[in-house]
């Protein structure tokens, strides 16, 4: 069974509900194997939320609860992006974010992380399961398999997940995750942009 990740829950929630219906309505109209697992994205103006800027308002508990409600009635899980590379403990008591987490955790969501910081205390004050995102890029194998033991899931850094050699060293393959971008190349140069 290939899971797949379907992106933001905020902006193209009704795009990605239209798809996860059109799967379970017209399962012939796709591979066989293939599931939608979850739907990952971040609240407007959220401190903790890496590259993408939303210039809206912030949403209300009542619009997370109704978001999250959409995705839990189709069985798809959200995945809270909190990859803000510069996320650091002083920011761990921002209200918002902590509003976020708070009505995520009562939908079974799962967060996505960049720093150990963040995952610490996310697992910690809300009992989440973890993603260590694809932003922090791991290069070495050996490193995946340590942050197997600290995150429920890794996303492989992109330049990697096509490296037989490389994936052939990782302990446990059914916790790792690839991004797939097919419209960039290995190295991509305006990756980072």
Same mark, same amino acid.
């Given at each position: 069974m290939i899971k797949y990740t379907l992106p933001d829950f905020t902006v193209g929630l009704g795009l990605n509900l239209f798809f996860i219906r059109l799967l379970e309505?017209? #399962?012939?109209?796709?591979q066989d194997g293939v599931a939608i697992d979850s739907v990952y994205g971040c609240f #407007?103006?959220?401190i903790m939320n890496g590259g993408r800027a939303y210039v809206r308002e912030r949403a209300s508990k009542a619009q997370m609860d109704e978001a999250f409600s959409l995705l839990e009635e189709r069985g798809v899980k959200p995945r809270i992006t909190f990859t803000n590379m510069l996320a650091g403990s002083e920011h761990l008591g921002d209200a918002y974010f902590n509003e976020i987490l708070e009505v995520g955790a009562r939908h079974g969501a799962e967060a996505i992380v960049y720093a150990d910081v963040v995952g610490d205390y996310i697992r910690a004050n809300f009992g989440m399961k973890l993603v260590l995102s694809t932003t922090r890029a791991i290069e070495d194998a050996s490193a995946v398999n340590r942050m197997l033991d600290r995150y429920d899931y890794v996303v492989l850094n992109y330049n990697r997940h096509k490296d037989a050699a490389f994936l052939a060293a990782i302990e446990d393959a059914a916790r790792v995750e690839v991004m797939v971008n097919e419209f960039c190349q290995r190295n991509c140069p305006h990756r980072q942009e």
């Open positions: 309505q017209r #399962p012939d109209w796709f #407007p103006n959220c």
